[in-house]
Protein backbone atom coordinates (compact mmCIF):
# COMPACT_ATOMS: atom_id res chain seq x y z
CA UNK A 1 0.00 0.00 0.00
CA UNK A 2 1.44 3.57 -0.85
CA UNK A 3 -0.09 4.82 2.68
CA UNK A 4 2.35 2.44 4.48
CA UNK A 5 5.55 2.39 1.58
CA UNK A 6 8.95 4.44 1.69
CA UNK A 7 10.21 6.94 -0.26
CA UNK A 8 11.78 5.24 -3.99
CA UNK A 9 12.78 6.87 -6.43
CA UNK A 10 14.25 4.75 -9.81
CA UNK A 11 15.61 7.50 -12.32
CA UNK A 12 17.03 11.18 -12.35
CA UNK A 13 13.95 13.25 -12.20
CA UNK A 14 11.97 14.26 -13.92
CA UNK A 15 11.33 10.78 -15.27
CA UNK A 16 9.94 10.58 -18.92
CA UNK A 17 6.64 11.15 -18.29
CA UNK A 18 6.54 13.90 -16.03
CA UNK A 19 8.90 15.58 -18.30
CA UNK A 20 6.25 15.92 -20.91
CA UNK A 21 3.69 16.98 -18.12
CA UNK A 22 5.99 19.91 -16.61
CA UNK A 23 6.86 20.68 -20.38
CA UNK A 24 2.88 21.30 -21.33
CA UNK A 25 2.86 23.24 -17.99
CA UNK A 26 5.65 25.38 -19.06
CA UNK A 27 3.40 26.24 -22.53
CA UNK A 28 -0.38 26.15 -21.03
CA UNK A 29 0.25 27.85 -17.65
CA UNK A 30 1.92 31.71 -16.73
CA UNK A 31 5.06 30.97 -15.47
CA UNK A 32 4.42 33.61 -12.73
CA UNK A 33 2.64 30.57 -11.05
CA UNK A 34 6.42 29.48 -9.80
CA UNK A 35 7.66 26.09 -8.93
CA UNK A 36 11.25 24.54 -8.60
CA UNK A 37 9.99 20.58 -8.18
CA UNK A 38 9.82 17.82 -10.70
CA UNK A 39 7.06 15.63 -9.71
CA UNK A 40 3.89 15.38 -11.30
CA UNK A 41 1.54 13.43 -9.07
CA UNK A 42 -0.60 9.91 -10.13
CA UNK A 43 -1.99 9.40 -6.76
CA UNK A 44 -1.31 10.08 -2.99
CA UNK A 45 -2.42 8.04 0.33
CA UNK A 46 -1.48 9.05 3.64
CA UNK A 47 2.21 11.14 3.96
CA UNK A 48 2.91 9.32 0.39
CA UNK A 49 2.53 9.84 -3.57
CA UNK A 50 3.49 8.26 -6.12
CA UNK A 51 4.50 10.29 -9.61
CA UNK A 52 3.58 9.30 -13.12
CA UNK A 53 7.11 7.06 -13.56
CA UNK A 54 5.84 4.99 -10.43
CA UNK A 55 8.45 7.12 -8.35
CA UNK A 56 7.01 7.29 -4.47
CA UNK A 57 7.67 10.20 -2.53
CA UNK A 58 7.87 11.34 1.40
CA UNK A 59 5.58 14.57 1.65
CA UNK A 60 6.69 17.19 4.21
CA UNK A 61 4.83 20.00 2.73
CA UNK A 62 2.11 18.43 2.47
CA UNK A 63 0.65 20.73 -0.16
CA UNK A 64 2.13 23.99 1.74
CA UNK A 65 -0.52 22.61 5.28
CA UNK A 66 -3.34 21.57 3.35
CA UNK A 67 -2.74 17.32 3.73
CA UNK A 68 -2.77 17.57 7.90
CA UNK A 69 -4.94 14.14 7.99
CA UNK A 70 -3.53 12.75 5.18
CA UNK A 71 -3.75 12.47 1.20
CA UNK A 72 -7.06 10.22 0.04
CA UNK A 73 -8.45 9.92 3.28
CA UNK A 74 -10.84 6.87 3.36
CA UNK A 75 -13.76 8.84 5.17
CA UNK A 76 -12.92 11.87 3.79
CA UNK A 77 -13.38 10.50 0.69
CA UNK A 78 -16.75 9.02 1.84
CA UNK A 79 -18.33 12.13 3.25
CA UNK A 80 -17.74 13.98 0.21
CA UNK A 81 -18.80 11.51 -2.78
CA UNK A 82 -22.20 11.14 -0.30
CA UNK A 83 -22.07 15.02 -0.56
CA UNK A 84 -21.38 15.10 -4.48
CA UNK A 85 -24.53 12.46 -4.93
CA UNK A 86 -26.99 14.90 -3.64
CA UNK A 87 -26.01 18.19 -4.95
CA UNK A 88 -22.44 20.38 -5.56
CA UNK A 89 -23.46 24.01 -5.57
CA UNK A 90 -26.13 25.57 -3.28
CA UNK A 91 -25.49 29.82 -3.15
CA UNK A 92 -26.16 30.34 0.52
CA UNK A 93 -27.64 33.87 -0.52
CA UNK A 94 -30.06 31.95 -2.35
CA UNK A 95 -30.38 28.40 -1.00
CA UNK A 96 -29.82 27.63 2.31
CA UNK A 97 -27.40 23.93 2.73
CA UNK A 98 -26.98 21.93 5.86
CA UNK A 99 -23.46 21.13 5.10
CA UNK A 100 -22.78 24.82 5.94
CA UNK A 101 -25.01 25.15 8.87
CA UNK A 102 -23.86 21.88 10.85
CA UNK A 103 -19.79 22.73 10.04
CA UNK A 104 -20.86 26.64 11.37
CA UNK A 105 -22.09 25.17 14.32
CA UNK A 106 -18.76 22.64 14.93
CA UNK A 107 -16.52 25.77 14.19
CA UNK A 108 -18.22 28.06 16.89
CA UNK A 109 -17.95 25.10 19.32
CA UNK A 110 -13.98 24.46 18.97
CA UNK A 111 -12.72 27.68 17.77
CA UNK A 112 -10.73 29.31 21.16
CA UNK A 113 -11.71 33.28 20.18
CA UNK A 114 -13.68 35.32 22.59
CA UNK A 115 -17.36 35.51 23.55
CA UNK A 116 -20.14 33.07 24.36
CA UNK A 117 -22.22 33.08 21.11
CA UNK A 118 -19.68 32.49 18.20
CA UNK A 119 -20.07 32.49 14.70
CA UNK A 120 -18.37 31.19 11.48
CA UNK A 121 -18.64 32.70 8.04
CA UNK A 122 -16.79 30.09 5.27
CA UNK A 123 -14.65 31.36 2.12
CA UNK A 124 -12.64 29.85 -0.47
CA UNK A 125 -8.56 30.32 0.26
CA UNK A 126 -6.46 31.70 3.39
CA UNK A 127 -6.27 35.41 1.73
CA UNK A 128 -9.96 35.45 1.33
CA UNK A 129 -10.25 34.42 5.03
CA UNK A 130 -8.01 37.31 6.11
CA UNK A 131 -9.77 39.76 3.92
CA UNK A 132 -12.96 39.15 5.26
CA UNK A 133 -11.37 39.08 9.11
CA UNK A 134 -9.39 42.97 8.28
CA UNK A 135 -13.22 43.84 6.69
CA UNK A 136 -15.44 42.55 9.87
CA UNK A 137 -12.84 44.47 11.87
CA UNK A 138 -13.07 47.68 9.97
CA UNK A 139 -16.97 47.18 10.21
CA UNK A 140 -16.71 46.39 14.25
CA UNK A 141 -14.55 49.01 15.35
CA UNK A 142 -15.26 51.82 12.41
CA UNK A 143 -11.71 52.56 12.32
CA UNK A 144 -9.21 52.30 8.79
CA UNK A 145 -5.75 50.95 10.16
CA UNK A 146 -4.46 47.38 11.06
CA UNK A 147 -1.53 46.46 12.31
CA UNK A 148 0.68 43.37 10.85
CA UNK A 149 3.93 42.40 11.15
CA UNK A 150 7.78 41.74 9.33
CA UNK A 151 7.82 38.69 8.15
CA UNK A 152 4.30 38.32 7.73
CA UNK A 153 2.24 35.95 4.84
CA UNK A 154 -1.46 36.78 4.61
CA UNK A 155 -1.81 35.91 0.95
CA UNK A 156 -1.72 37.26 -2.49
CA UNK A 157 -4.77 39.72 -3.02
CA UNK A 158 -4.03 43.15 -3.15
CA UNK A 159 -4.99 43.58 0.16
CA UNK A 160 -3.02 40.45 2.05
CA UNK A 161 -0.41 41.16 -0.52
CA UNK A 162 -0.07 44.30 0.73
CA UNK A 163 -0.49 42.49 4.43
CA UNK A 164 2.30 40.60 3.36
CA UNK A 165 5.86 41.28 4.47
CA UNK A 166 7.70 40.28 1.00
CA UNK A 167 7.86 42.50 -1.37
CA UNK A 168 8.65 40.04 -4.04
CA UNK A 169 5.08 39.32 -3.84
CA UNK A 170 3.67 42.41 -5.17
CA UNK A 171 6.32 42.73 -7.99
CA UNK A 172 5.10 45.78 -10.22
CA UNK A 173 1.99 45.45 -9.02
CA UNK A 174 1.77 48.29 -6.86
CA UNK A 175 -0.69 50.24 -6.02
CA UNK A 176 -0.94 48.67 -2.74
CA UNK A 177 -3.93 48.81 -0.31
CA UNK A 178 -4.46 51.72 1.94
CA UNK A 179 -4.12 51.18 5.75
CA UNK A 180 -1.86 48.48 6.62
CA UNK A 181 1.32 49.16 9.10
CA UNK A 182 3.74 46.99 9.60
CA UNK A 183 5.52 46.58 13.12
CA UNK A 184 8.26 44.06 14.02
CA UNK A 185 8.03 40.43 14.88
CA UNK A 186 9.45 39.25 17.65
CA UNK A 187 12.07 36.73 16.58
CA UNK A 188 13.90 35.43 19.38
CA UNK A 189 16.50 33.90 17.17
CA UNK A 190 17.62 37.35 15.34
CA UNK A 191 16.54 39.86 18.12
CA UNK A 192 18.84 42.73 18.06
CA UNK A 193 22.01 42.15 19.50
CA UNK A 194 23.30 41.72 23.24
CA UNK A 195 19.35 40.70 24.31
CA UNK A 196 18.68 38.19 26.15
CA UNK A 197 14.58 36.85 25.47
CA UNK A 198 13.15 38.59 28.54
CA UNK A 199 14.72 42.10 26.76
CA UNK A 200 14.20 40.70 23.53
CA UNK A 201 10.46 40.57 23.66
CA UNK A 202 10.64 43.81 26.18
CA UNK A 203 11.61 44.86 22.97
CA UNK A 204 9.61 44.08 20.34
CA UNK A 205 6.15 45.25 22.35
CA UNK A 206 7.86 48.67 22.72
CA UNK A 207 8.03 48.41 19.25
CA UNK A 208 4.46 47.11 18.61
CA UNK A 209 3.15 50.47 20.83
CA UNK A 210 5.87 52.67 18.75
CA UNK A 211 4.19 51.92 15.99
CA UNK A 212 0.40 51.67 17.11
CA UNK A 213 1.41 55.05 18.38
CA UNK A 214 2.80 56.67 15.48
CA UNK A 215 -0.91 56.40 13.55
CA UNK A 216 -2.89 56.40 16.54
CA UNK A 217 -4.49 53.88 18.44
CA UNK A 218 -7.75 55.31 17.63
CA UNK A 219 -6.94 54.48 14.44
CA UNK A 220 -6.49 50.68 14.26
CA UNK A 221 -9.03 48.40 13.80
CA UNK A 222 -6.95 44.88 14.28
CA UNK A 223 -3.66 43.51 14.80
CA UNK A 224 -3.31 40.55 12.96
CA UNK A 225 -0.57 37.88 13.30
CA UNK A 226 0.03 34.13 12.53
CA UNK A 227 1.06 32.42 15.76
CA UNK A 228 4.01 30.56 14.18
CA UNK A 229 4.86 32.43 11.25
CA UNK A 230 4.90 30.42 7.89
CA UNK A 231 6.24 31.80 5.24
CA UNK A 232 8.18 34.07 7.38
CA UNK A 233 10.29 30.84 9.08
CA UNK A 234 8.39 29.27 11.54
CA UNK A 235 8.84 31.28 14.12
CA UNK A 236 6.18 31.00 17.11
CA UNK A 237 5.44 34.34 18.63
CA UNK A 238 6.17 33.77 22.39
CA UNK A 239 3.20 33.61 24.65
CA UNK A 240 4.40 36.36 26.95
CA UNK A 241 4.14 38.93 23.57
CA UNK A 242 0.95 37.66 22.92
CA UNK A 243 -0.21 38.68 26.60
CA UNK A 244 1.19 41.94 26.07
CA UNK A 245 -0.76 42.56 22.48
CA UNK A 246 -3.91 41.09 24.10
CA UNK A 247 -3.43 43.66 26.37
CA UNK A 248 -2.69 46.69 24.21
CA UNK A 249 -6.20 45.46 22.03
CA UNK A 250 -8.07 45.60 25.40
CA UNK A 251 -6.89 48.85 26.12
CA UNK A 252 -7.03 50.58 22.96
CA UNK A 253 -10.80 49.16 21.70
CA UNK A 254 -8.24 47.02 18.49
CA UNK A 255 -9.03 43.48 17.50
CA UNK A 256 -6.59 40.70 18.15
CA UNK A 257 -7.12 38.30 15.35
CA UNK A 258 -4.72 35.69 14.52
CA UNK A 259 -4.64 33.81 11.35
CA UNK A 260 -4.22 29.78 11.36
CA UNK A 261 -4.44 29.40 7.73
CA UNK A 262 -1.07 27.15 8.13
CA UNK A 263 -1.35 26.74 11.76
CA UNK A 264 -4.79 25.11 12.12
CA UNK A 265 -6.13 21.60 12.31
CA UNK A 266 -3.78 19.92 14.78
CA UNK A 267 -0.10 21.22 13.34
CA UNK A 268 0.15 22.84 16.57
CA UNK A 269 0.04 20.16 19.03
CA UNK A 270 -3.41 21.62 19.58
CA UNK A 271 -6.26 21.97 17.22
CA UNK A 272 -5.91 25.59 16.93
CA UNK A 273 -2.79 27.44 18.18
CA UNK A 274 -4.69 30.09 19.46
CA UNK A 275 -5.41 27.45 22.33
CA UNK A 276 -2.44 27.84 23.76
CA UNK A 277 -3.68 32.05 23.45
CA UNK A 278 -6.45 31.34 25.07
CA UNK A 279 -5.21 29.18 28.09
CA UNK A 280 -3.05 32.03 29.48
CA UNK A 281 -6.23 34.39 28.86
CA UNK A 282 -5.12 36.06 25.98
CA UNK A 283 -7.88 34.63 22.99
CA UNK A 284 -7.78 36.03 19.95
CA UNK A 285 -11.29 38.15 18.98
CA UNK A 286 -11.19 36.88 15.02
CA UNK A 287 -9.06 33.74 14.44
CA UNK A 288 -9.22 32.73 10.42
CA UNK A 289 -8.12 29.46 8.98
CA UNK A 290 -8.03 27.45 5.55
CA UNK A 291 -5.68 25.04 4.47
CA UNK A 292 -5.75 21.17 5.94
CA UNK A 293 -9.80 22.14 7.09
CA UNK A 294 -11.12 20.27 4.56
CA UNK A 295 -8.39 17.51 4.00
CA UNK A 296 -7.79 19.34 0.05
CA UNK A 297 -11.07 20.66 -0.67
CA UNK A 298 -11.34 24.48 -1.42
CA UNK A 299 -12.70 26.21 1.89
CA UNK A 300 -11.69 28.79 5.02
CA UNK A 301 -12.84 29.77 7.66
CA UNK A 302 -13.67 33.52 9.55
CA UNK A 303 -14.89 32.99 13.26
CA UNK A 304 -15.60 35.81 15.59
CA UNK A 305 -18.30 36.29 18.47
CA UNK A 306 -21.95 36.80 17.38
CA UNK A 307 -21.44 40.71 18.54
CA UNK A 308 -18.46 41.28 16.15
CA UNK A 309 -20.17 39.15 13.36
CA UNK A 310 -23.75 40.47 13.54
CA UNK A 311 -22.36 44.07 13.45
CA UNK A 312 -21.81 43.83 9.61
CA UNK A 313 -24.24 44.76 7.28
CA UNK A 314 -26.24 41.85 5.32
CA UNK A 315 -24.59 41.87 1.38
CA UNK A 316 -21.40 43.01 2.00
CA UNK A 317 -19.36 39.83 2.90
CA UNK A 318 -20.19 36.46 1.36
CA UNK A 319 -19.58 35.28 -2.12
CA UNK A 320 -20.79 32.66 -5.10
CA UNK A 321 -18.54 29.51 -3.97
CA UNK A 322 -18.57 30.76 -0.42
CA UNK A 323 -19.24 27.67 2.18
CA UNK A 324 -19.14 24.86 -0.39
CA UNK A 325 -21.25 21.79 0.53
CA UNK A 326 -18.59 19.10 -0.67
CA UNK A 327 -16.06 21.52 1.07
CA UNK A 328 -17.97 21.21 4.18
CA UNK A 329 -18.64 18.17 3.98
CA UNK A 330 -15.38 17.29 3.83
CA UNK A 331 -14.38 19.37 7.08
CA UNK A 332 -16.86 18.28 8.87
CA UNK A 333 -15.49 14.77 8.07
CA UNK A 334 -11.78 16.16 9.13
CA UNK A 335 -12.95 17.55 12.35
CA UNK A 336 -14.38 14.32 13.04
CA UNK A 337 -11.45 12.53 12.55
CA UNK A 338 -8.88 14.47 13.77
CA UNK A 339 -11.03 14.70 17.25
CA UNK A 340 -11.58 11.13 17.40
CA UNK A 341 -8.04 10.31 16.57
CA UNK A 342 -6.44 12.85 18.73
CA UNK A 343 -4.40 14.62 15.69
CA UNK A 344 -3.10 17.13 17.60
CA UNK A 345 -1.14 13.79 20.21
CA UNK A 346 0.05 12.75 16.92
CA UNK A 347 1.80 16.05 15.98
CA UNK A 348 3.35 16.45 19.65
CA UNK A 349 4.33 13.09 18.78
CA UNK A 350 5.70 13.46 15.66
CA UNK A 351 7.89 16.92 16.84
CA UNK A 352 9.37 14.93 20.25
CA UNK A 353 10.50 12.42 17.38
CA UNK A 354 12.19 14.70 14.84
CA UNK A 355 12.97 17.52 17.38
CA UNK A 356 15.09 14.83 19.38
CA UNK A 357 17.90 14.36 15.56
CA UNK A 358 17.32 18.48 14.41
CA UNK A 359 18.61 19.03 18.06
CA UNK A 360 21.68 16.62 17.32
CA UNK A 361 22.19 18.47 13.90
CA UNK A 362 22.39 21.72 16.08
CA UNK A 363 24.85 20.82 17.88
CA UNK A 364 26.78 18.90 15.10
CA UNK A 365 26.87 21.04 12.24
CA UNK A 366 28.21 24.66 12.19
CA UNK A 367 25.28 25.36 9.75
CA UNK A 368 22.44 24.86 11.42
CA UNK A 369 22.00 27.71 13.71
CA UNK A 370 18.65 27.26 15.41
CA UNK A 371 15.63 24.37 15.31
CA UNK A 372 12.35 25.48 16.80
CA UNK A 373 8.64 25.33 16.38
CA UNK A 374 5.24 24.38 18.15
CA UNK A 375 4.21 21.25 18.21
CA UNK A 376 5.01 19.78 14.68
CA UNK A 377 5.51 22.81 12.76
CA UNK A 378 8.98 22.96 12.89
CA UNK A 379 11.45 24.63 11.24
CA UNK A 380 15.48 24.23 10.48
CA UNK A 381 17.47 26.93 9.91
CA UNK A 382 20.52 27.41 8.24
CA UNK A 383 23.49 29.86 8.25
CA UNK A 384 26.88 30.20 7.25
CA UNK A 385 28.16 29.77 10.64
CA UNK A 386 26.71 30.28 14.00
CA UNK A 387 28.47 33.33 14.78
CA UNK A 388 27.37 35.80 11.83
CA UNK A 389 24.31 33.95 11.58
CA UNK A 390 24.57 34.79 7.89
CA UNK A 391 21.65 33.14 6.09
CA UNK A 392 22.31 30.15 4.38
CA UNK A 393 19.31 30.06 1.24
CA UNK A 394 21.95 28.38 -1.14
CA UNK A 395 22.68 25.29 0.76
CA UNK A 396 19.00 24.92 1.26
CA UNK A 397 18.41 25.22 -2.19
CA UNK A 398 20.99 22.71 -2.63
CA UNK A 399 18.96 20.41 0.31
CA UNK A 400 15.84 20.85 -1.37
CA UNK A 401 16.85 19.62 -4.96
CA UNK A 402 19.23 16.90 -3.29
CA UNK A 403 16.16 15.38 -1.40
CA UNK A 404 13.53 15.44 -3.61
CA UNK A 405 15.97 13.23 -5.83
CA UNK A 406 15.92 10.29 -3.55
CA UNK A 407 12.10 10.93 -2.92
CA UNK A 408 11.94 13.64 0.23
CA UNK A 409 10.17 16.71 -0.83
CA UNK A 410 11.05 19.73 1.56
CA UNK A 411 10.04 23.50 0.79
CA UNK A 412 12.06 26.35 2.26
CA UNK A 413 10.78 29.35 4.07
CA UNK A 414 12.41 32.73 5.42
CA UNK A 415 14.54 34.31 3.64
CA UNK A 416 15.26 30.86 2.33
CA UNK A 417 17.23 29.52 4.64
CA UNK A 418 14.81 27.76 6.52
CA UNK A 419 13.45 23.95 5.83
CA UNK A 420 9.88 23.64 7.21
CA UNK A 421 8.01 20.51 8.13
CA UNK A 422 4.38 20.89 7.05
CA UNK A 423 4.40 16.41 6.48
CA UNK A 424 0.40 14.82 6.78
CA UNK A 425 0.12 13.72 10.49
CA UNK A 426 -0.86 10.17 9.82
CA UNK A 427 3.04 10.17 8.82
CA UNK A 428 4.23 6.12 10.13
CA UNK A 429 6.96 6.23 12.39
CA UNK A 430 9.35 4.30 9.14
CA UNK A 431 8.29 6.96 7.25
CA UNK A 432 9.55 9.58 9.49
CA UNK A 433 12.76 8.16 9.93
CA UNK A 434 13.54 7.85 6.10
CA UNK A 435 12.75 11.16 5.96
CA UNK A 436 15.16 12.30 8.28
CA UNK A 437 17.84 9.88 7.16
CA UNK A 438 17.72 11.75 3.88
CA UNK A 439 17.82 15.08 5.02
CA UNK A 440 21.03 14.38 7.20
CA UNK A 441 22.30 12.56 4.02
CA UNK A 442 21.56 15.27 1.44
CA UNK A 443 22.55 18.04 4.00
CA UNK A 444 26.10 16.39 4.29
CA UNK A 445 26.68 16.07 0.59
CA UNK A 446 25.75 19.83 0.62
CA UNK A 447 27.86 21.38 3.03
N1 LIG B 1 -2.11 33.13 5.75
C1 LIG B 1 -1.10 32.29 5.98
C2 LIG B 1 -0.50 32.24 7.36
C3 LIG B 1 -0.61 31.45 4.97
O1 LIG B 1 0.39 30.61 5.23
C4 LIG B 1 -1.22 31.52 3.69
C5 LIG B 1 -0.72 30.67 2.59
O2 LIG B 1 0.36 30.12 2.63
C6 LIG B 1 -2.26 32.42 3.48
C7 LIG B 1 -2.70 33.21 4.53
C8 LIG B 1 -2.91 32.53 2.14
O3 LIG B 1 -3.66 31.38 1.90
P1 LIG B 1 -4.15 31.04 0.41
O4 LIG B 1 -2.94 30.69 -0.39
O5 LIG B 1 -5.10 29.90 0.60
O6 LIG B 1 -4.83 32.26 -0.10
Not at 140 to 165: C, D, E, Q, W
Not at 240 to 254: L, M, Q, S
Not at 338 to 352: G, N, Q, V
Request: aromatic share 8%; proline share 5%.
Amino acid sequence: MLRDALPKVTMPLPGPKAAAVLQRRAECMPNGIKSIYPCVIARGEGAMFEDVDGNIFLDWVGGVGVLNIGYSQPEVIKAAKEQMDKYFHAMMNITTHERYIEFAEKMNEVVPVRGDKKKTMFVNSGAEADENAVKIARNYTKRPNIIVFSGAFHGRTVLTMTMTANRNYCIDMEPLADGVIRAEFPTLYRAPEGMDEAAAIKYYIENLEKTIASVGADTVAGIVFEPVQGEGGFIPAPIEWVKAVRAICDKNGILMITDEVQTGWSRSGRLFASEYFKEAGAAPDIMTTAKSIAGGMPLSAVTASMEIMDKVTPGTIGGTFCGNPVSCAAGMKVLEIMTKEDYPAKARKIADFCMKRFHEWEAKYDVVGNVRGTGSMMGVEFVTDKVTKEPNAKLVSDIVAKAVQKGLVLEAAGAGNVIRFLCPLCVTDAQLTAGLDIFEEVLKESM
